[in-house]
């Protein structure tokens, strides 16, 4: 077989007018492959003209960039053309692509070459994410597609990273399965009201029951719950929570194997949180009593501290002056302080502990610094600061907020909490204890 024949009779810019589409065309384009192919275009421009048969004045290839360039207004595109029968051209026509995709791929090459590549283009980076996902690469840090890939996932349930994103699929299905195993946590809670709004605070007067303000409480996450469990707390081992809430940290960690015993103040809520663990069959246990009493309400020493504690009185759960979210801040903080050093005099030498918060403003419309006054606690009680991340909550209606609130008071639209990890002693001896991450998922 001697030299190909070359077909290619010349090259110019045709107008998009005169394109002819190839009738016998089979490549249907995804957006997924529009956006990709729009994203280099508006990158780099042109580096391939379509193909015309000059013979037929079909196009044999481009039917995707000829439609993209009409759309964004191009009035014509660089064109090759050649001259081939009816014959040739199906032939072209039913196997340029293909050939191409038959080719396989250097994973290491393609790596170096993306790792090398800097796009600003939402398009570019999306198309890369894509491709690295379908070839399996190592490209890239912090992408969804690199937790999933780099088996970050399967490892440890999710990626442990400093930024926990409730909003990413992987999350959001694993949340799913929890709630598919009937996990009702809003249960108990439906008596309170938000901040002073309800006109609880500091009021002696008899709180009427079953009162709601339509406001319903946003159940904690228990995918959370799971993955700070698995990290941080010895398998088998006993959590404890000193201001318990809800049902949720407490029927996860029965459903993970953990003991787990709650201290709440709120007779309803400690009635809901036992009737579900008994009609799921678990094993968790709720005290009544104030979390200040927590070292003796427990009565032995603990493998992990989990709490989500009242962001002040960001929301009022009872009248119940012992109730933390009762209090004026200064007496919030002395009775929040106490309950942390209770809660780490109760914990086991080299151990961890986590507390979920979330910063809340004061009247004036001011942070509290509520955060950095729970670190400040810790410390104080004598742990140290281990790990402190974010947790990344879904946008919900934080954008319609801000665009009505964000220019009269410049304030930003929360969308986090912070997830706090304390180490009571030596890190070696409490992540040993840990052991290996356990991933399986229930009645998995
Ligand atoms: C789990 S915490 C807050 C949860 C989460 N930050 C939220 O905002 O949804 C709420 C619970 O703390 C309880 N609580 C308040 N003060 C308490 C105290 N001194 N001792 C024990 N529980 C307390 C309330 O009764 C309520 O059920």
Known sequence: MGAYKNRIIGSGEESLDNILFNPRNWRIHPLSQQDAL???LEEVGWVQQVIINKRTGNLIDGHLRCQLAAREGNKTIPVLYVDIDEAEEELVLATLDPIGAMAATDKQKLDELFAGIESENENVRKMMDDIAAKEKLAYGE????????????????????SIFDTRQGYWQERKQAWLSLGIESDEGRDAYAMGDAGGFKGSTQARPTNITNGLKPSM??????EVLYRWFCPAGGLVINPTAGESVYGLVASYLGYRYKGVELREEQVQANRKQNTEMGLSAEWILGDGQDVY??????ADFIMCCPPYVDLEVYSNDPRDLSTMEYEEFLTVYRNIIVESVRRLKDNRFAAFVVGDVRDSKGNYRNFVSETIGAFIDAGCSL??????????????????????????????????????????REAVKACGDVEVSFPNE
């Open 38 to 40: 729009k994203g280099v």
């Open 386 to 427: 281990y790990n402190e991340g974010v947790l990344l909550n879904r946008t919900g209606t934080i954008a319609m907020q801000v665009s009505h609130n964000f220019p009269i008071g410049r304030k930003f639209g929360k969308m986090h909490q912070n997830v706090l990890v304390f180490l009571k002693g030596d890190w």
């Open 142 to 161: 912090n992408s969804v597609g690199d937790c999933e890939r780099g088996g970050l996932n399967e490892r440890f349930i999710i990626p442990p990273f």
């Open 296 to 301: 003796d309400l427990v009565g032995e020493d």
């Open 220 to 225: 904690f996450d228990p995918v959370l719950c």
